[in-house]
């Protein structure tokens, strides 16, 4: 398997090591041998038909803070240029999110599909931006699209619910889907005022570069937009989504709630609307957990109500998720 | 898919009615259409080679207490000679879990593998005791042995596993696998004694009819062997499982922990050892569910420790498990 790798940043970086560690066992237990034949970044790239020394790629990429270092003397060319001209099975897009026109993640995405290529996104801007179409894009070009890095981190959220509740209706499902706004509202039920505990979540490191994708909602909305469509079948991208975000929040308003044994929330929920909203919720209510965790409830016809919690980010999680994407795509492929 | 029900109490009495309202959906959406063609109930039984009126089924349990009402001109034959006369395809066992010999259920299921049937069991009791050898049996007559209801009632804990957590080691797990006596457990936090938390639980039904089975953790314990061998690939039976029930916790011990910022769950744990006993777990952890809820934490390698929380039990939930099975019987079987 010929994969393609865009960004190489602490997700991609965690999963060459991955990769790395378990080259004979995903071999003998799954018949897999996955190879990296070209990766970019933003200061250049890296290819080697015959596969990247993965070991050395992560040394480079620690050392001189680009793939370009891997090996100097080759031309540099660009993403779209590799996917064009390298023979590859995956791409695997890990750029950062956007969600204004979600590139470079989006071009790079729709050029492999055209050209054949099947597709693992843990990049979710061009899914919130464009779900049904990019599906559709799939389907014509009868390639595989698969995201499931994209909500819950190494959480199989998306999995479990399109697949270990199959013969089930999901009816409708509410989520912290955002960990970082978790660990602020925690850290305000505490007793830290908004401004301080939204620094400390930022000298931990857990606030995205736009601080907005956090505080507005935007990274919950666009990991709500993926679930509607996935799970529910609906045609929505992120504009469908109510957002309301988190910068207004007091401390009195975490106090009152307390009062009534409640936790404020910031809750993405796929009812009659789609709403991203900080709302009240009880506290022994499975769905309320504490820190930097995500959690997410499906009300299901038969089954009652279900809720996984888990770790949403980090990369070694993330890149887990693009391991089982991998031999999903591997076991279908076998398929036919 | 033509099917034998060997029990017809609440778990079946579901199971026939949501695949009556589901007849068309089932068939539109996966091409399904089960049969039930023979039943029996400890009183009597009833069969019909094209198919049992599902509807009348329920209707003359409830009114006579067993189904030999269905029609009283057929001959009484015993649920083996029903399972060795009857043309079927798969063997819905669903008949009270005993772990002394688990019959009459281990006879069922053993001769309707040996006369080719698939088989789901509901059914525990055969599970615990010789969940390796029937594995065998099942490979041996090359049918599929499935039993998703026995772990979480209608949620998906041993699919969630094995299947959404593809690719990853699962490294331990403990969970609250008996609904009774987490609900026992959490009203004696609230302040109730042991012996009236006990009758409360009695007077809402929740207490299995040998109340051993909750109270000594044989329930727990079986569930226990069913997660150890399913997903950790142990070969194991009840009697490898150490089991401390919480028939001698006080409320000492309930108010102990409790000013810990801890609750005393009874928990199944396989780690270095399979044990189901009465443990102390913090408040904040996901696994503290409070009533009758069921949860799980599995612990693996890259993808951190993840719990899904669920109701354990209940009828309908515990039918729509047994159709999950039913479909992905199907889908095995058109594999071929």
Chains 1, 2 share one sequence.
């Not at 020394?53 to 680009?66: I, R, T």
Request: proline share 2%; with cysteine; net charge neutral.
């Amino acid at each position: 398997m010929r994969i393609i790798l865009c960004g190489f940043g602490v997700v991609a970086q965690s999963l060459a090591k991955l990769l790395e560690s378990r080259t004979s066992d995903l071999y003998s237990k799954y018949g897999m041998k996955p190879r990296i034949v070209g990766v970019f970044d933003s200061k250049g790239c890296a290819y080697d038909n015959s596969g990247l020394d993965l070991k050395k790629l992560v040394n480079v990429k620690k050392e001189f803070g680009s793939v370009r270092a891997y090996d100097k003397s080759q031309k540099i060319i660009s993403g779209l240029d590799m996917i064009h001209n390298l023979d590859a099975d995956v791409l695997i897009e890990t750029t950062a999110s956007n969600y204004k026109d979600a590139e470079p993640g989006m071009s790079h995405i729709i050029t492999a599909m055209k050209k054949g290529l099947h597709v693992i996104s843990v990049n979710k801007g061009p899914l919130a931006l464009a779900f049904p179409s990019l599906m559709e894009l799939a389907t014509y070009n009868q390639v595989l699209l698969r995201f499931s890095g994209t909500v819950g981190g190494g959480t199989p959220i998306l999995d479990y619910a399109k697949n270990s509740l199959r013969g089930e209706r999901i009816i409708s499902f509410q989520g912290i889907l955002n960990g970082t706004t978790n660990y602020i509202l925690t850290n305000m039920a505490k007793g830290l005022s908004f401004n301080d505990a939204l620094s400390d979540a930022k000298n931990k490191g857990y606030v995205e570069a736009d601080e907005s994708l956090d505080l507005d909602g935007l990274d919950a909305a666009a990991k709500l937009v993926i679930l509607a469509n996935w799970i529910m079948g609906l045609k929505v991208t992120m504009k469908d989504i109510e957002k309301i975000g988190i910068r207004k929040l007091t401390s009195k308003d975490i106090d009152d709630a307390a009062k009534k044994s409640c936790s404020v929330k910031l809750i993405a929920s796929c009812n009659d609307k789609l709403v991203v909203s900080p709302i009240e919720i009880k506290n022994d209510d499975p769905l309320c957990v504490d820190g930097t965790l995500n959690a997410i409830s499906f009300t299901s016809e038969h089954s009652g109500t279900q809720t996984i919690i888990g770790r949403g980010a980090g990369g070694i999680e993330t890149a887990s998720s693009i391991l089982r994407d991998l031999l999903d795509i591997r076991k279908e492929i076998s398929k036919t």
